[in-house]
């Protein structure tokens, strides 16, 4: 059974900084691209960040220069630095998992939701001002 475990989610004011981590379980694709994705109510998915095996990221253009993508090969944890946190960040995170090999992880994050592979259960980030 495939599980990827989000955690650091929580409520910080505008500007604070938050580190969430997906730990997989049962996921054996960790040198596939991996990323972070993010549901504000209301609102679609979105990408937030992806990484692949030679720790290449991308960003959403709303996050660049706040948020870091990174992910520890050895114990096969996927990071998200996020800094300078603003009210418009206020979402549900999900890690996501491919389980497809895709040589440019930032096209595979615009692919359907059900498309992409292997999801966590979420973590609640919410920033007040």
């Known amino acids: 059974q495939v599980e990827l475990v989000e955690t650091g989610g929580g409520s910080v004011q505008v500007g604070g900084s938050l580190r969430l981590a997906c730990t997989p379980s049962g996921y054996r694709y960790t040198t596939y691209c991996m990323g972070w994705f993010r549901r504000a109510p209301g609102k679609e998915r979105e990408g937030v960040a992806t990484i692949d095996s030679d720790n290449l990221a991308t960003y959403h253009d709303s996050v660049k220069g706040r948020f870091t993508i990174s992910k520890d090969n050895v114990k096969n944890i996927l990071y998200l630095e996020m800094n300078d946190l603003k009210p418009e960040d206020t979402a549900m995170y999900y890690c996501?998992?491919?389980?497809?090999?895709?040589?440019?992880?930032?096209?595979?994050?615009?692919?359907?939701?059900?498309?992409?592979?292997?999801w966590g259960q979420g973590t609640q980030v919410t920033v007040s001002s």
């Open positions: 996501v998992g491919a389980v497809d090999y895709w040589s440019d992880c930032g096209r595979w994050s615009r692919q359907d939701p059900q498309d992409l592979g292997s």
